[in-house]
């Protein structure tokens, strides 16, 4: 029995994937759980594997294009089954001579389902539930009700319904270029009236991972590079954050010299109690949240939850964007167990190699770019935490210490807070207890 190849929810937040590259070709026998692919998601690069035994008879995703959770992108069949039905009814696709539907092709064929259903396709395909009757149904759906003007077929022209299509027309929309949010991707009335009021969508071309180069007599104008899933999400994450939550910074300037005079005494003892500064300052933030639960909450729009436990995200850069893998119980591991987490989650994460469960769940976030130089700068709340912190570099500076003017090393942070979780005086307390946790670090290993 044929089984078909979704697009899976490979984390908890992905609606759609860009296929990074498959392992496997056609015409190679595959058994259940045997890695076809690798797959971009929103955070990270995860492996997509076989759901039954067989041939991979057919790849329908391109590599580096992109469909969303639940879409088609292969079959696995045994040798010589007829899966005609599963890749578009005609035949057409499996008669390509075994090539790879382009990336438009693929999208057009792609249902647009919510996560939810989506959720659904994929379980459905890990369950073994019945994948050909699934197949067989949707193109006699399609034979049932003919479309005389336009080939509904999910390897050509998009699905559309007949209203669509004469607005399309009335309007010179193209079609090509319209997402659908119908059953099965097909394109509605909404989706041409969107379209028609929405900025000009790049083409299909456009959209393909060689980015469009417009070229003018005197070179290159611009450069379109299309965006990643990572910096989909970040967009997406980030723009519900400052517009939505009431936000207001608080900033503090701290005293480093004995993080530095403890850091130096410890790295005397070996390179096994080597820390950083970083690993320090985390250290000092989640013992500072464990003291101050009304900061380490998150707004869930009819209540706040405060969290018993501190789980401390870690803001990561990588290539093209940010992850922010999490120390869990940050508070009660010890400032060696925190060195030793955050330095291979943060190599992990620029590899793109973490787990969903290692970059979600935090209840609090921190932000550094002190390495890369910058003094003080406000971070975006990462909703629906109720705070973030960013920490700017170490400087060294003329300051008035014990009545006189002394160079000493200095620290600046920004606290970004939600009002309607965190006020003024509440998140200055938890910047007074950090205050006193950093100026003082013995604190920290007692």
């Not at 990270?44 to 639940?70: F, N, P, Q, W, Y």
């Not at 057009?108 to 539930?129: E, I």
């Not at 006020?423 to 938890?430: E, H, I, L, M, S």
Request: glycine share 8%; with cysteine.
């Amino acid at each position: 029995m044929a089984t078909k190849v979704f697009m899976e929810a490979l984390s908890p937040t992905m609606e759609e994937g860009r296929l990074v590259k498959w392992l496997r070709n056609e015409g190679d026998a595959v058994k259940n759980g045997d890695v076809l692919a690798e797959v971009e998601t929103d955070k990270a690069i995860m492996e997509l594997v076989a759901r039954g035994d067989g041939v991979l008879r057919k790849r329908l995703l391109a590599e580096g294009a992109t469909s969303a959770v639940g879409a088609l992108i292969g079959v696995i069949a045994a040798p010589g089954e007829n899966i005609d039905a599963l890749v578009g009814g005609t035949g057409g696709a499996a008669s390509a001579g075994g090539a790879v539907s382009a990336p438009a092709a693929s999208t057009a064929a792609v249902a647009p389902a919510s996560a939810a259903a989506a959720s659904t396709a994929a379980a459905t395909a890990n369950r073994g539930a019945p994948p050909v009757a699934q197949a067989t149904t949707e193109p006699a759906t399609e034979r049932n009700h003919p479309v005389p003007a336009v080939t509904d077929s999910p390897l050509g022209r998009p699905r559309s319904s007949p209203l669509a299509r004469r607005l399309a027309s009335e309007r010179g929309l193209d079609l090509g270029g319209v997402q659908g949010s119908g059953p099965g991707g097909r394109i509605v009335k909404k989706d041409v009236e969107a379209a028609a009021v929405a900025p000009a969508r790049p083409t299909a071309a456009a959209a393909s991972p060689l980015a469009t180069v417009a070229r003018a007599a005197t070179g290159e104008a611009y450069r379109d590079v299309p965006l990643t899933q990572i910096r989909k999400t970040i967009a997406r994450r980030l723009s519900e954050s400052l517009g939505p939550i009431p936000t207001f910074f608080l900033t503090a300037e701290y005293d480093m010299e004995r993080v530095a005079e403890m850091r130096s005494a410890m790295a005397e003892l070996g390179s096994e109690f080597k820390v950083s500064f970083n690993d320090i300052v985390l250290k000092a933030v989640a013992t500072a949240l464990a003291q101050h639960p009304e900061c380490n909450a998150h707004w869930m729009g009819d209540h706040i939850r405060y969290w018993n436990r501190v789980h401390l995200g870690m803001a990561v850069a990588v290539e093209d964007g940010l992850i922010t893998p999490v120390i869990f119980d940050a508070d009660t591991r010890s400032l060696r167990d925190i060195a030793a987490a955050s330095r291979d989650l943060a190599a992990r994460g620029r590899e793109r190699k973490l787990k969903p469960d290692e970059y979600t769940g935090s209840t609090f976030s921190v932000s550094n770019l002190g390495m890369f130089g910058i003094d003080q700068f406000t971070a975006i709340i990462n909703p629906p935490e109720a705070g973030i912190l960013a920490i700017g570099g170490i400087e060294q500076k003329p300051v008035v210490h014990d009545g006189a003017i002394t160079i000493r090393r200095r620290l600046r942070v920004t606290m970004s807070c939600d009002h309607r979780v965190i006020d003024g005086a509440t998140g200055a307390r938890f910047l007074q207890t950090l205050r006193r946790l950093i100026e003082n670090p013995l604190m920290l290993v007692y």
